[in-house]
T-cell receptor, first 114, second 114 residues
Framework: DAGVIQSPRHEVTEMGQEVTLRCKPI?????LFWYRQTMMRGLELLIY????????DSGMPEDRFSAKMPNASFSTLKIQPSEPRDSAVYFC????????????FGPGTRLLVL | AQSVSQHNHHVILSEAASLELGCNYS??????LFWYVQYPGQHLQLLLK??????LVKGIKGFEAEFIKSKFSFNLRKPSVQWSDTAEYFC????????????FGKGTHLIIQP
């Protein structure tokens, strides 16, 4: 298996622009997690889905952030409008629904908002 | 809510030195515990995990960790480090009965000097 796939790997954008991050979980996994990594706050869970349904989005920082999972093999995290403080590495992870403690991480998207 | 505390943000050691990275968590119930490693420019990889049973857990690359329930600790150890162990190390907790996401510590940046 190719593992969790994220795109793009790097994104540089200007403040106010819309940013869309993409994630393809491991085939057969039915839980998907979005994390954000910053120097100040470390790794934080933003939102997670079970069977394509958002379960807990309490970690999403504000309304500018939204996430969707239209099918079992694809999820997006959108920031609109983006701000410099959104600069971070965004990780996607997936797992089987019955074993959420065993998560496999993607390579991350390094986002820089100027 | 659970939290994870890693005592050392930066550690510098010489090759062949022994390593111990501290990790404490706060959660009163059953927990699953993890150590992840992030090599420069790479994504998170699982080093080892504890679910139950023998509190001394052995992982990849010669790492081990000991779960001490009375101290709420899960310290990572390696008897003799190598230059290639230079990386960021994250301790993480999954509570099992609550939200499915992992709660991470802020990480310890380990630098091994040749």
């Amino acid at each position: 298996d190719a593992g969790v796939i994220q795109s793009p790997r790097h994104e540089v954008t200007e403040m106010g622009q819309e940013v869309t991050l993409r994630c393809k979980p491991i085939s057969g996994h039915n839980s998907l997690f979005w994390y954000r990594q910053t120097m100040m706050r470390g790794l934080e869970l933003l939102i997670y889905f079970n069977n394509n349904v958002p379960i807990d989005d309490s970690g999403m920082p504000e309304d500018r952030f939204s996430a969707k999972m239209p099918n079992a093999s694809f999820s997006t995290l959108k920031i609109q409008p983006s701000e410099p403080r959104d600069s971070a590495v965004y990780f996607c992870a997936s797992s089987f629904l019955g074993t959420p403690e065993t998560q496999y991480f993607g390579p991350g998207t390094r986002l820089l908002v100027l | 809510a659970q939290s994870v505390s890693q005592h050392n943000h930066h550690v510098i050691l010489s090759e062949a030195a022994s390593l111990e990275l501290g990790c404490n968590y706060s959660y009163g119930g059953t927990v699953n515990l993890f150590w992840y490693v992030q090599y420069p420019g790479q994504h998170l990889q699982l080093l080892l995990k504890y679910f139950s049973g023998d509190p001394l857990v052995k992982g990849i690359k010669g790492f081990e960790a000991e779960f001490i329930k009375s101290k709420f600790s899960f310290n990572l150890r390696k008897p003799s480090v190598q230059w290639s162990d230079t990386a960021e190390y994250f301790c993480a907790v999954h509570s099992g009965g609550g939200a499915d996401g992992l709660t991470f510590g802020k990480g310890t940046h380990l630098i091994i000097q040749p």
